[in-house]
């Protein structure tokens, strides 16, 4: 059966929402491209127009909070009048849930459609056949749901963690060996070149190390995580707690109130596991023991708030610099470095009092700057001669784009009314170019608003003297709060440590210029 275009007088193309959803089980990962491409063919052969497109990445199709909402929303709200999916089983596999939300999308005249199962929802034929699809996705639902269930029995049966996965300080052997293509017994043997490594660890934790040197001390030795990346201060905590190089298994509590979930989680108990212990019980129990007395003890008094704050970078990495303090002094350091290590970053170290002092020698000078610049023509708006040529430009354009949606509404009542004047493929041949170069104004339409928008120095000036006239009766928050008005970022340099620090002030306004002539790099 093939699917009819609905009969539209007016030979106007149904404004249609794409819904494109990625599932997270592995037996249908669809790539979104791919189920785009379908619904796209779908459109055309339908006479559909995706006006626009929902996109769920990750997530399962018995989740309720998904953004199908946001489409059902958008018919509710009139945008469109359909909503289109690559499989039906997109739109959900709970009864309950499609139940409910095709109630919705129906109760407004909508209508749901798959691009690739011919289900026609406007004939009884088509609804039973979607109503069949549905039942077959719910049903999957079910079976991979007690799939697991099984699997996670079998699992505990045997003292293997819920999740088969590699651990720090063990080789993993899967229940399946890829080399030998057989089934084997699962099981974790101690790895012997980390054994050594891992004792280390909890007893230089027991001699008052931190978990931040303990990450540093594992990068330095090139040891990485079991995915290969940098030790941070997070994932040797979360390491050691779990408790697994003293031979144990973390099963999450029943009564967690969050229920069942995924994702880190505090609510569990330790069980033996089957695999063999690389510490032995009395350094686990002593490890707790000073885990407990740490975590009481009260953090470190709260670090100082500073006129520079969330603007500083290092400008070796370009991540982040933060507030640390040394001698009692506030400054700036490479936060990838703080928590990687030197395997993370050379780093930097930025007195505050020097950083500030540059910004606001900085400030004067804009002041100075923008003030003797030599004024840029304005236009009769008052605006200056950039943006006032991209509003020119974008009313040409616009102009244009109307003319093309109105030629595109003519062609197709044309080819509607008279199909002998349209050849096979003519309509569509025209059709296309068209909608090409309506596509192609868009797109222009959206840059040249860019360019309105963009900020320009001189807008800056009132808030410049402001904050320099005012500086000494504002908090350190306030002035916080007028620079990240004005600057994008502070970038700081130091070739040599211990050595002098450059410090790089870039404004908004000249940071929005560099992000705009990147994107024009991009699209050329
Ligand atoms: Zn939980
Ligand atoms: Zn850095």
Request: hydrophobic share 35%; glycine share 8%; charged share 30%.
């Amino acid at each position: 059966m093939e699917v009819q275009p609905p009969a539209d007088t007016f030979g106007e193309l149904i404004p249609a929402i794409g819904y494109i959803r990625v599932s997270t089980w592995k037996e249908e990962k669809i790539s979104p491209e791919l189920q785009r491409t379908s619904i796209e063919d779908w459109a055309k052969r339908t006479r559909r127009r995706i006006v626009q497109w929902v996109i769920d990445l990750d997530a399962t199709g018995t989740n309720f909070h998904r953004k199908i909402m946001k489409a059902i929303a958008a018919i509710e709200g009139g945008i469109a009048k359909e909503i289109a999916v690559w499989k039906f089983s997109r739109f959900g596999r709970s009864r309950h849930g499609v139940a409910i939300n095709l109630t919705r999308v129906e109760k407004v005249g909508g209508q749901l459609y798959s691009a690739t199962e011919d289900a026609d929802p406007r004939t009884a034929t088509g609804r039973f056949t979607r109503g069949v699809l549905f039942e077959v996705a719910a049903f999957e639902a079910d079976r991979i749901g007690e799939q697991w269930k099984e699997a996670h029995d079998y699992r505990r049966n045997a003292q293997l963690p819920a999740m088969g996965k590699p651990r720090f300080g063990y080789i993993w052997h899967k229940r399946y060996d890829p080399e030998t293509g057989a089934l084997q017994q699962e099981r974790y043997e101690i790895d012997p070149e980390l054994r050594d490594v891992v004792v280390e660890l909890y007893a230089r934790y027991l001699n008052g190390t931190g978990f931040k040197p303990l990450a540093v001390w594992l990068n330095s030795l090139g040891c990485t995580t079991t995915r290969g990346g940098l030790w941070g201060q997070g994932g040797i905590r979360y390491y050691m707690d779990s408790g697994f190089a003293a031979g144990l298994l973390r099963v999450h509590r029943e009564d967690c109130p969050r229920g069942k979930h995924q994702g880190q989680c505090s609510y569990y108990r330790l069980v033996p596991g089957a695999h063999e212990a690389i510490i032995s019980d009395e350094t686990w129990k002593e490890y707790q023991t000073r885990r407990k007395a740490v975590a009481a003890t009260p953090p470190r008094s709260r670090l100082p708030s500073t006129e520079v704050t969330g603007l500083t970078r290092c400008g070796q990495c370009s991540g982040a610099a933060t507030v640390a303090r040394s001698r009692n002094k506030p400054g700036f350091r490479c936060a990838r470095r703080t928590e990687y290590g030197d395997a993370g970053c050379v780093g930097v170290w930025a007195r505050g009092a020097d950083v500030v002092a540059e910004v606001r020698k900085w400030l004067r000078r804009v002041a100075h700057e923008i003030d003797n610049a030599p004024s840029t023509p304005l236009d009769s708006n008052g605006r200056n001669d950039d943006r006032a040529r991209a509003a020119r430009e974008r009313a040409r354009a616009q102009a244009e784009h109307a003319k093309i949606e109105a030629s595109l509404t003519r062609l197709a009542v044309d080819a509607a009314k008279n199909p002998d004047k349209y050849p096979q493929g003519v309509f569509e041949a025209a059709r296309d170019e068209l909608v090409a170069e309506r596509d192609q104004l868009s797109e222009r339409i959206s840059a040249l608003v860019e360019v309105e928008e963009m900020p320009e120095a001189e807008d800056y000036l009132p808030l410049v003297v402001g904050v320099l006239d005012e500086w000494e009766t504002l908090t350190v928050a306030e002035r916080n709060l007028i620079l990240r008005k004005l600057i994008g970022r502070i970038a700081l340099q130091q070739p040599k440590r211990p050595g002098p620090v450059t410090v790089e002030i870039i404004p908004v306004w000249k940071e929005a210029r560099k992000l705009d002539q990147g994107r024009y790099a991009a699209m050329a």
